[in-house]
């Protein structure tokens, strides 16, 4: 079966009452989307995908079950391996090969969701108008959020397909987008009607030719 976004968002939220776990999820997708457009992959595959890579993390808080006992679970509800492979392979603990465009994607977009997010906790405003310049900065900073795994956030834009000049900024803005989705959709009567995704492409902040000095 080919995974629908509802379907994903439906798993997701069953098992996942934390507002801070969704919102982390509609961040991860929105940018895990902008990548698969970029590439011309599946956009609501890789979608899927985001959404559901820490989606048991309420019922397995611990790294000697998250995310590898939520594996089965998807497995029953009827998630294809390709998806259930490529959501555990975020999980370092588990030295899974990021051998596919989505599975480095799916890290990266990871790490710098995080990120983002540990910016905008010590800004007055939080992340709200928080500018990519500064999330750079914050980057080249080792001691801030020491956690984050500045090699792989980097190593989506290196390897054998560079992406283009701005990606970076752009994947910082897609991380707000993510989160700013979230934020309307709380409150919304059900909870469980999937917010709608992120549909901008082009972002004021993503244009090759404007940010053509470097990343
Ligand atoms: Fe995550």
Same mark, same amino acid.
């Given at each position: 079966m080919r995974p629908t976004r509802d379907q994903a968002w439906e798993t997701l939220t069953r098992y996942t009452a934390s507002e801070s776990l969704r919102r982390h999820a509609l961040a991860v997708e929105a940018s895990v989307r902008f990548y698969a457009r970029l590439y011309g992959e599946d956009e609501e595959f890789w979608g899927c995908v985001a959404l559901l890579h820490d989606f048991d993390y309420e019922i397995h808080p611990t790294l000697d079950k998250h995310p590898q006992d939520g594996a089965p679970i998807l497995r029953e509800e009827g998630f294809p391996e390709e998806l259930i492979e490529a959501a555990l392979s975020h999980a370092e603990h588990l030295e899974m090969p990021r051998d596919t465009q989505l599975k480095k994607v799916l890290f990266a977009c990871d790490e710098l969701s995080g990120f983002v997010h540990a910016c905008g906790l010590v800004r007055p405003t939080g992340i709200d108008g928080l500018e990519p310049k500064s999330v750079k900065k914050k980057l080249k900073?080792?001691?801030?959020?020491?956690?984050?795994?500045r090699d792989e956030v980097y190593r989506i834009r290196t390897g054998k397909n560079p992406l283009p000049r701005g990606t970076l900024d752009a994947l910082c803005w897609k991380v707000q987008e993510g989160c700013a989705i979230f934020k309307s959709s709380v409150g919304s009567p059900s909870g469980t009607s999937a917010p709608?995704?992120?549909?901008?492409?082009? #972002? #004021?902040?993503?244009?090759p030719r404007r940010n053509s000095r470097r990343l």
């Open positions: 900073q080792p001691s801030f959020a020491a956690a984050v795994n709608r995704p992120c549909m901008a492409w082009w #972002t #004021t902040a993503f244009s």
